[in-house]
């Protein structure tokens, strides 16, 4: 059924399909996806927390990481619990414009995560090339226009999906063959021109990714060609240390978000239940990981997680 406006119509829900092809085995799939969403939500918690209380670490690196930890709590927890209520009790059917929230959640704060791991890579170009001046450099206000304006940019560039879609004519196809909305597989529901969407949609992506992936990695040629330059080889082991968990992070996030990308794009003969998995894996993997990543190379949070198990202990 078909609610009209004064410009469009569009339908009352759409049916969301979970994983096609894997129908007999997505109540047992879902138990996976479920650590994993438990492992992301506990995990980024507990650094939030850990960061909040230790006032050691009330530098810009550990702000930086809790920002990445909040943005993985809602990119994850605007999928995880509609994809689980899917595979395990068949609601597959999601109201239009809870569908249309969860694209702009879910892209928004793709691109905030972009950011942030951006902004990290910043945090690590200054401490290693410019110590001296890394705490008159970035200072809390400083951090804190930084994280606003990654903010910012990643609901003002994504806002438009949404406003574009809404004033479109949807066909009477009400079926997302995948277990989220999102803004490709929304589109492919719309009766109309939608060529105006796609150039949009490649744009944000070049701009918002292009442009980090830029500052990161100008960031991390610099940090290279200083490293190189440090007199003993435990100074550079030391300064690759530092940088590894971010490195590890980066990968976690950006190989998955550009396998998703291609098979969205061009990934015409690759089997649907490939592409839904790698969607899946792209708003879950990353938040599972980097709170495990930075847990375990980071030695004033691993410290605080030890020590937090040991005073439970009898």
């Known amino acids: 059924m078909l609610a009209s406006g004064n410009s469009s119509s569009h339908p009352v829900s ?28 506990v995990g980024n918690i507990t650094v939030l927390h850990i960061i909040r209380t230790d006032h050691t670490l009330h530098e810009p690196m550990y702000f930086f990481l809790a920002m990445l930890a909040i943005t993985d709590l809602v990119l994850s927890t605007s999928t995880q619990p509609k994809m689980l209520a899917i595979l395990w009790f068949h609601t597959h059917e999601i109201e239009y414009h809870a569908c249309l929230i969860q694209v702009f959640f879910i892209h928004a704060f793709s691109s905030v995560e972009s950011g942030v791991l951006m902004a990290m890579a910043l945090d690590r170009y200054v401490a290693i090339c410019l110590p001296l001046r890394h ?111 971010h490195i590890c992070v980066i990968l976690a996030f950006y190989i998955p978000a550009l396998f998703t990308f291609l098979t969205h794009r061009f990934g015409h003969h690759v089997p649907r239940v490939v592409q839904v998995l790698l969607a899946n894996f792209y708003v879950l993997v990353p938040p599972m990981l980097n709170p495990i990543i930075y847990g375990v190379r980071t030695k004033q949070i691993r410290d605080r997680v030890i020590q937090g198990c040991c005073k439970k202990d009898p």
């Open 135 to 245: 705490s008159s450099i970035l200072t809390p206000s400083v951090v804190g226009k930084l994280g606003a304006v990654v903010m910012m940019r990643g609901l003002l560039w994504v806002s438009p999906f949404c406003f574009m879609v809404s004033r479109m004519p949807f066909c009477s196809n009400q079926i997302i063959p995948q277990s989220y909305c999102e803004h490709m597989a929304v589109l492919k529901l719309v009766c109309a021109d939608t060529r105006v969407n796609h150039a949009y949609g490649l744009f944000v992506a070049f701009s918002v990714v292009g442009s980090d992936m830029i500052v990161i990695s100008v960031s991390y040629v610099m940090i290279l060609r200083t490293v190189l330059w440090l007199p003993s080889g435990e100074a550079r082991l030391k300064a690759f240390g530092t940088c590894a968990s």
């Open 14 to 41: 759409f049916i969301l399909l979970g994983i096609p092809g894997l129908k007999e085995s997505q109540f047992w799939i879902a138990f996976p996806f479920c650590v994993m969403y438990v492992v992301a939500t």
